[in-house]
T-cell receptor, first 114, second 116 residues
C-alpha cells in the first residue's frame, strides 16, 4: 500500500535541542495528522491540521499544513527524554460519504540523549 | 479507561491456525477502522465500518481475512489459515462519525500477532 515519505528516518539529538521532521506525498490531502508511537503501543494523536497553510501548536510541538496540500512539517522545541519514540505523519482525504482512512508515512525514529 | 481497547494484546499461533481479535471502540463512536502495521513501517488501512456496515476493504484484506461489527459496537477481525506473512501488529481505531469534515481517529494499543 501507499506510504508517505518522511524524513529523516531517524535522528539522535541531545536534550534541549529543537527537532524538525517533514512528510511529503505525491497526492493531496485535506487533513494532515501527526502521531507518536511508543514500542508495543498504538499511535497517539499529537496534532491535527485541517486547512492548507495552517500552523498549529500543542505545547512544545508545532506543525504546519503545506500550502500545496502535499506536505506537512513537525517541529519539537527543547526536546526532553520522553520525546523518544517514532513519529508518524498521516494524510487523510475527507469527503462526505467515504471512508476517512489514513495514509501513514514511513516514520521518524527520535532518540534523545541527556 | 474510556479509550479504544483491543484483546488480546499478544497472540502466538502456528501456521494454518485461525485467530480472532476483538476491538472495543470509544463509546458512541460510529466509525471503526482496522489497520495492519509490519515492523519498521507505518500502519496500513485494512477496512472500515460505519455502525454495523462494512463500507470499504483494502486490497490488503485477502479472502482469509474477515471483519464484523454485528451490533455497531465492538468489532472482530478473523484470520483463517494463518501464514507467516500475517505476522504484524493489528491496530483498531475509532472516530465519532458525526462530521464528514472533522474525523479524528483514536487508536487502540494493538494486537501483536506472531505466526510460527
Amino acid at each position: 500500500g501507499q506510504q508517505l515519505n518522511q524524513s529523516p528516518q531517524s535522528m539522535f539529538i541531545q536534550e534541549g535541542e529543537d527537532v524538525s521532521m517533514n512528510c511529503t506525498s505525491s497526492s493531496i490531502f485535506n487533513t494532515w495528522l501527526w502521531y507518536k508511537q511508543d514500542p508495543g503501543e498504538g499511535p497517539v494523536l499529537l496534532i491535527a491540521l485541517y486547512k492548507a497553510g495552517e500552523l498549529t501548536s500543542n505545547g512544545r510541538l508545532t506543525a504546519q499544513f503545506g500550502i500545496t496540500r502535499k506536505d506537512s512539517f513537525l517541529n519539537i522545541s527543547a526536546s526532553i527524554p520522553s520525546d523518544v519514540g517514532i513519529y508518524f505523519c498521516a494524510g487523510q482525504l475527507r469527503e462526505t460519504g467515504t471512508a476517512s482512512k489514513l495514509t501513514f508515512g514511513t516514520g521518524t525514529r527520535l532518540q534523545v540523549t541527556l | 479507561d474510556t479509550g479504544v481497547s483491543q484483546d488480546p494484546r499478544h497472540k502466538i499461533t502456528k501456521r494454518g491456525q485461525n485467530v480472532t481479535f476483538r476491538c472495543d471502540p470509544i463509546s458512541e463512536h460510529n466509525r471503526l477502522y482496522w489497520y495492519r502495521q509490519t515492523l519498521g513501517q507505518g500502519p496500513e488501512f485494512l477496512t472500515y465500518f460505519q455502525n454495523e456496515a462494512q463500507l470499504e476493504k483494502s486490497r490488503l484484506l485477502s479472502d482469509r481475512f474477515s471483519a464484523e461489527r454485528p451490533k455497531g459496537s465492538f468489532s472482530t477481525l478473523e484470520i483463517q489459515r494463518t501464514e507467516q506473512g500475517d505476522s504484524a501488529m493489528y491496530l483498531c481505531a475509532s472516530s465519532p462519525g458525526q462530521s464528514p469534515l472533522y474525523e479524528t481517529q483514536y487508536f487502540g494499543p494493538g494486537t501483536r500477532l506472531l505466526v510460527l
